[in-house]
């Protein structure tokens, strides 16, 4: 017992365990995920719905988005962005790794009669075959990316862009991540929640790597039958260093802001957008 306490408080070596695309595969979890996703005043999977179409006008503006517009969305989620472009009349390809997300983008696509090629998939080993004007990345999911995932996809994204394509994300700053306290926690739950649909303890920790900035939520979960860990890592960067990474890897930050919504850029924001594009 005391083993097993020691190993659920226990801090990694940063990335040891990492299984963030559990969070949204897990059955359960996934479909909690869902419903924040589809939940107009919650943050937590997708933006809340003021902020999203504030984001979309403007990320359709960035490409003048018009019918001969191609637009890739990694990690799609359900749809909420890839569904709006098409509406405006662009052609759009979404991947992401979640079944239930994509069974409900899918859905919609069909319902609101949108030709939308959503792909279940991983995007970081999956070829993207295609060129695009626009990929995007966007609810700071490079952040949770390891140092070689992110290398191996800049590659597949300035590969995957037209000539003058852009590419458009948005990562956590290093505010952010001095704002994020570290916390050890269990909570007992006699029924369902979110991690569970059934009784169940759920142990997290939250870690801080303060040479790295990177931030580890450690959620262990126990049920009567089984124990599961979720390590989610996630990067925080400083401007410099995330215009560097990009400038390593053959792309020129053009433009940066506070946020995906265009907000000008402000240094203590808690977020970081840029519009990217291949150095020539
Ligand atoms: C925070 S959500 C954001 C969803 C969407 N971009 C939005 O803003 O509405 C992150 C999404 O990325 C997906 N995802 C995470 N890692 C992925 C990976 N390696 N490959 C494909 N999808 C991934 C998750 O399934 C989830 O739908």
Known sequence: MFKELTEIFEKPQPYMHANSTELWNNPHISTQMLGFHLDPNNDAASRKKKFLDKSIDWISGKINLNPKSTIL????????????????????AGIDVSTNSIA??????????????????????????????????????????????????????????????????DVHSDDHFENVREKRSCHYSDSGGFWSPEAHFVFENIFKYSDERIILEK????????????????????????????????FHAMEDYSDISGTAYKRHAKDIALVAKRMK
């Open 219 to 250: 959620h262990t979960v126990i049920e009567s039958m089984k124990k599961f860990t979720i390590h989610n890592y996630i990067k925080c960067f400083e401007i410099d260093e995330i215009k560097k990474e990009l400038a390593d890897n053959g």
């Open 73 to 92: 969305d990694l990690g799609c989620g359900p749809g909420l962005y890839a569904n709006e472009y098409a509406k405006r009349g662009a052609k759009v």
């Open 104 to 169: 409900y983008a899918n859905k919609k696509a069909k319902e609101d009669k949108l030709d939308i090629e959503y792909i279940n998939d991983n995007y970081v080993t999956r070829d993207f075959r295609k060129k695009y004007d626009l990929i995007t990345i966007i609810h700071c999911d490079y952040c949770v990316l390891n140092p070689d995932e992110r290398r191996v996809l800049l590659e597949k994204i300035a590969k995957a862009l037209e000539e003058d394509g852009l590419f458009i994300f």
